[in-house]
């Protein structure tokens, strides 16, 4: 039971670039989330899904795109990098549909230069 | 909406006492903590639900004030492998179980 994963660990992008992290859970959870960690400013949801084939955004979705076309996996695309989205990039997943804890992947650290 | 908590930073030595706020301008149904150590993901500690209770999970135990639309985290006799940063997720009455977190409050224990 391997929990929440994702790819890759770490990343540098070019302005400009695209690239898709991936997220992939083997718990059965309905709900999955995506998330950015930058100093200071805790953990902003930019989107997240309650079910395979569906998606919603979050606090900050700019820039950024997901889908969900698989239960088990999340896909987050950026699709022309800036350096305002060098970040920490966390997904996490959850049961959903009633108060559970989220359980985290290990992150992906993004460089945007 | 962020809920905020205080303080920013606390610095303790082993064997002190701890307590970290978390307080929201909007009714809350429940409230999250996790601890994350640096260069870690985040990880679960409890959940709270409105009806004002409290929880404990070994030494670290939470309240939560629904009327007040705060939570507290209370962190005893602390130890050195407490030392991370401290977040709560509050999700809002009438919501979608989504929660939203602070900003964190780091905690640093010296031996």
């Known amino acids: 039971n391997a929990g929440v994963t994702q790819t890759p660990k770490f990343r540098v992008l070019k302005t400009g670039q695209s690239m898709t992290l991936l997220c992939a859970q083997d718990?059965?959870?309905?709900?999955m989330y995506w998330y950015r960690q930058d100093p200071g400013m805790g953990l902003r949801l930019i989107h997240y899904?309650?079910?395979?084939?569906?998606?919603a955004k979050g606090e900050v979705p700019d820039g950024y795109n997901v889908s969900r076309l698989k239960k088990q996996n999340f896909l987050l695309g950026l699709e022309s990098a800036a350096p305002s989205q060098t970040s920490v990039y966390f997904c996490?997943?959850?049961?959903?549909?009633?108060?559970?804890?989220?359980?985290f992947g290990p992150g992906t650290r993004l460089t945007v230069t | 909406q962020q809920p905020v908590q205080s303080p920013q930073a606390v610095i303790l030595r082993e064997g002190e006492d701890a307590v970290i706020n978390c307080s929201s301008s909007?009714?809350?149904?429940?409230v999250h903590w996790y601890r994350q150590k640096h260069g870690e993901a985040p990880v679960f500690l409890m959940i709270?639900?409105?009806?004002?209770e409290q929880k404990g999970h070994e030494k670290i135990s939470a309240s939560f004030n629904e009327k007040k639309q705060q939570s507290s985290l209370y962190l005893t006799a602390s130890q050195l492998s407490y030392s991370g940063t401290y977040f709560c997720?509050?999700?809002?009455?009438?919501?979608?179980?989504?929660?939203?977190f602070g900003r964190g409050t780091s905690l640093i224990v010296h031996p």
């Open positions: 718990m059965n959870h309905e709900y």
């Open positions: 909007k009714a809350l149904y429940s």
């Open positions: 899904s309650v079910g395979e084939g569906t998606t």
């Open positions: 996490a997943s959850t049961n959903g549909g009633t108060v559970d804890e989220q359980y």
């Open positions: 709270l639900l409105k009806g004002g």
């Open positions: 997720g509050t999700e809002e009455a009438g919501g979608s179980y989504i929660p939203t």
